[in-house]
């Protein structure tokens, strides 16, 4: 399965995302839509979301994305919450989550920082694919695309964009 990944989006989801996005079969966002409900809407009517809701979204969206979520997608068990911190330094609730149900793959949102690397202490593979949004501190947009078959993740490729960037020039 092709996964795009994106997460603290905050209410854009822009033409330059859409694009590096296409070729994947579904798009999982850890948290922080933002845009109420809108903006989950338009990106599960792009392609099949996956989600979980943010520090800073409507509640509303606890209807179709929980607190956190766990599910096995071709072999590999997948984690997914907004608030998760970092290998060797987790949020108490992400850790009791990990322990709990020992995923391959945890995904996080939050920080605005890209980070994928082996947490050997878990046993997993970490993956907060950074901010695709404008609101926040950083100053590049990141999304990422993998792949996952056979109980194995391969084939990362990271997206960056310039925030503020737009096809007609100069600063949002």
Not at 4 to 24: M, N
Request: glycine share 12%; aromatic share 12%.
């Amino acid at each position: 399965m092709y996964i795009g990944l994106i997460s603290d989006s905050h209410g854009v989801f822009s033409p330059e995302f859409r694009e590096f996005l296409s070729p994947v079969d579904e798009v999982w966002h850890a948290g922080d839509f933002g845009g109420g409900v809108d903006t989950a809407a338009e990106i599960a009517a792009f392609k099949p979301l996956k989600g979980v809701i943010g520090n800073c979204d409507d509640r509303r969206l606890l209807f179709d994305y929980p607190l956190y979520r766990c599910w096995e997608c071709e072999g590999v068990k997948v984690l997914m919450t907004h608030i998760g911190g970092s290998p060797g330094h987790y949020y108490p609730e992400a850790r009791t989550l990990i322990r709990e149900h020992r995923p391959d793959l945890f995904v996080c949102g939050h920080s605005h920082i890209l980070k994928v690397m082996n947490d050997k202490t878990e046993n997993l593979l970490y993956i907060n694919p950074g901010a695709c949004g404008n609101q926040g501190w950083h100053a590049v947009r990141t999304a990422l695309r993998f792949h996952i078959d056979s109980g194995k993740v391969h084939g990362m490729e990271v997206f960056e964009l310039k925030r503020g960037y737009h096809p007609g020039g100069g600063p949002l």
